[in-house]
């Protein structure tokens, strides 16, 4: 299969999404070390789900940032049948766990401000282990349905993928086959697994919000609606993104416009990600002072 991405700027793009992979590298590996590292930091439920979604960002990145590069690098842009679904089997269970845990972790902030009495009941370690065990299980659950429907596919027109890696849509659109059963399970499956999630999160800060404002003190309302604003620039950012490719029938499919949503979830959001919920943390930066032997 061939995999174009806008040949007039292939050499612009390459050090771009370089720069772009090797941060996310950095970043996500760096949070998740700090706070395994931390076991006072591990323990804490915010943070245990933070170690969980930074090194879901970096499959995320993983499954289809270095295959780019590649093919940047090569300009050769073909890929085997089964790299393609293997591509497509990782992208989507990195991708559908992190909208999970983004969901553990606004449910995690709700129970703290909403119900601090029974915070530590509900949100014990045993809890945050079966719900984190949860987000990767049916991440990639989801992700095992469409790569088993996708293999008993046919393709025997155009293999070019107008796109920079394998996704769902574009390659429904290349088969030659009923596509109905897969178009059908993609509206009403795969829109419970992005919805529900984001349904989930954006209801748990609204309570937040509702709870926040009851707060007498103005400097309290300023600090919590500042932790609030960063999750949820990400949350939009990842939800919003994703939810206009993949909520909508394969044949509205645009590839330009897609590609470049694209970039912002699977290169963008998971670079943001550290500097957004950990690297401007006292928490993380205390723990990476005492990694690093700095008093």
Request: with cysteine.
């Amino acid at each position: 299969c061939d995999i174009p991405l806008w040949p007039q700027h292939e050499r612009l793009f390459f050090p771009i999404f370089l720069f772009l992979y090797l941060m996310i590298l950095l970043g996500n590996l760096l949070i998740a070390l700090l706070i395994h590292y931390n076991v006072r930091l591990y323990r804490t439920p915010m943070y245990f789900f933070l170690s969980h979604l930074s090194l879901a960002d970096v499959g995320f990145s993983s499954s289809t940032v270095p295959k780019m590069l590649h093919n940047l690098l090569t300009r050769t842009k073909n890929i085997s049948y089964g790299g393609c679904l293997a591509q497509m089997f990782f992208f989507l269970g990195f991708g559908n766990t992190e909208s999970f845990l983004l969901a553990s972790m606004a449910y995690d902030r709700y129970v703290a401000i909403c119900h601090p009495l029974r915070y530590t009941v509900l949100m014990n370690q045993k809890n945050c282990f079966l719900l984190a065990s949860g987000c990767w299980l049916l991440g990639f659950l989801h992700s095992l349905l469409y790569t088993l429907m996708m293999s008993r596919l046919s393709f025997c027109a155009s293999r070019e993928i107008p796109h920079y890696f394998c996704d769902l849509h574009p390659l429904i659109k290349l088969s030659c086959s009923d596509t109905s059963a897969i178009q059908m399970t993609t509206l009403t499956e795969g829109t419970i697994t992005m919805v529900g999630p984001f349904t989930v999160t954006i209801l748990s800060y609204a309570f937040i919000f509702y709870r926040v404002l009851k707060i007498p003190s103005a400097a309290g309302k300023r600090k919590a609606f500042s932790t609030c604003g960063a999750h949820l620039t990400t949350v939009v950012l990842f939800f919003g993104t994703v939810i206009a490719v993949y909520v909508r029938p394969s044949s509205t499919y645009s590839g330009t416009k897609v590609r470049v949503m694209s970039v912002a979830y699977t290169a963008v959001t998971p670079m943001l990600n550290p500097f957004i919920y950990s690297l401007r943390n006292s928490e993380i930066q205390q723990s990476l002072r005492k990694c690093l032997g700095v008093l």
